[in-house]
């Protein structure tokens, strides 16, 4: 395969999946006040905007890579609403 | 402006900016015990990596944008790694 296919690959993993072992923290400790809801709120609304470009400009892994992402984040900010 | 474009834009300038707040949290509280040590790395990581490709593939944007979210997300994570 392509290197330079193979790093933006590896980059997207990495980015896309880095807020699961946040999620799993925030579910075991129950404890989200170091969080800041203001980043997540950004976030969340940038990977919703991000999801409506993807389908704007027909992109399938840029859908793909945040509608994970978002699932994560979601999970997340769910936890930091609750938890505070 | 194309609403395409601008959409972009919109989405990119919120999860490039998204770890201002939460950088300037924990420099506030001192506190970071709830971040997930992994999800820092995995965003560094990931950032250093799309900065890479950014490169290979000479796009201007992409290099910039992760440029930015690297100076946020670098700042947390030392805090974190600071106060554990």
Redesign the interface.
């Known amino acids: 395969m392509d290197p ?1 296919l193979i ?2 690959l ?6 896309t ?6 999620s ?3 579910i075991k ?1 129950k ?6 809801l ?2 997540l709120i ?2 969340e ?3 919703v ?2 999801i ?2 993807g389908a ?2 027909s992109n399938i892994p840029l859908l793909a890579a945040n509608i994970v992402s978002f699932i994560f984040i979601t999970i997340t900010l769910i936890l930091k609403i609750k938890y505070g």
């Open positions: 330079v790093t933006g590896i980059a997207a993993s990495l980015t999946f880095a807020f699961l072992p946040q799993i923290r925030a400790t404890h989200t006040g170091d969080l800041s203001t980043t950004m976030l609304t940038g990977i905007i991000w409506i470009y704007m400009i």
